[in-house]
């Protein structure tokens, strides 16, 4: 069974500054994995999805990286802006159609 | 043009009601999913149908019962609200060739008091 970690639960950095989440999980035969992004009240939006076979994914500021011998994703943002405050949950995917999630890291973008 | 949507945003409701959760997508997608998000904020999936063909039913109570009327829409129908029922449930979607990519609604908040 997939389990999915995520250290720390909150991060609060001033404006600017870049955001490295961690996400580790236990089960190195991972289908993919995907970062998603939470505002207080409402639903996930998917940010990067990064496939098993590839090692990292890139979209504007934002890049995640996955190394499956060691358990890891890494989600970084660039030059964090106030509007980048929300939480973020990694999941891992395995190939029987589910998705194990971490708890997620509340993030806090000091203007 | 919601991809996701569920109905309602919002219910609040007494222990030992029956309430109904609607979600219906219109991206296409032939795989459908309910997950729950507890108060400590941990999502875990609780039934997922396939073309309207149940294919993961986790340990659930069977209180919890979904129902699929067609491709494009999973609704979830609980019966004797308890307390510990109160949560954040997310409808979700996927197509069957890529179904972990999955495309998650705006959540329906539920409170049992």
């Known amino acids: 069974k997939q389990e999915v970690t995520q250290i720390p639960a909150a991060l609060s950095v001033p404006e600017g500054e870049n955001l490295v989440l961690n996400c580790s999980f236990t089960?190195?035969?991972?289908?993919?994995l995907q970062w998603f992004r939470q505002d207080p009240g409402k639903g996930l939006t998917s940010l990067l999805l990064?496939?098993?076979?590839?090692r990292e994914q890139t979209s504007g500021r934002l890049n995640a990286s996955l190394d499956k011998s060691s358990g890891r994703s890494t989600l970084y943002i660039a030059a964090s802006q106030p509007g980048d405050s929300a939480t973020y949950l990694c999941?891992?995917?395995?190939?029987?159609?589910?998705?194990?999630f971490g708890a997620g890291t509340t993030v806090t973008v000091r203007a | 043009d919601t991809a996701v949507s569920q109905t309602p945003k919002y219910l609040v409701t007494q222990m030992g009601n029956d309430k109904s959760i609607k979600c219906e997508q219109n991206?296409?997608?032939?795989?459908m999913y309910w997950y729950k998000q507890d108060s400590k904020k941990f999502l875990k999936i609780m039934f997922s149908?396939?073309?309207?063909?149940?294919?993961i039913n986790e340990t659930v109570p069977n209180r919890f019962s979904p129902k699929s009327p067609d491709k494009a829409h999973l609704n979830l129908h609980i019966n004797s609200l308890e307390l510990g029922d109160s949560a954040v449930y997310f409808c979700?979607?996927?197509?069957?060739?890529?179904?972990?990519?999955?495309?998650f609604g705006p959540g329906t908040r539920l409170t049992v008091l």
């Open positions: 999941a891992g995917g395995s190939n029987d159609y589910k998705l194990s």
């Open positions: 990064i496939q098993s076979s590839q």
């Open positions: 979700a979607s996927s197509h069957v060739t890529r179904y972990n990519e999955q495309f």
């Open positions: 991206l296409g997608h032939d795989t």
């Open positions: 089960d190195s035969a991972i289908y993919n």
């Open positions: 149908y396939n073309n309207k063909e149940l294919i």
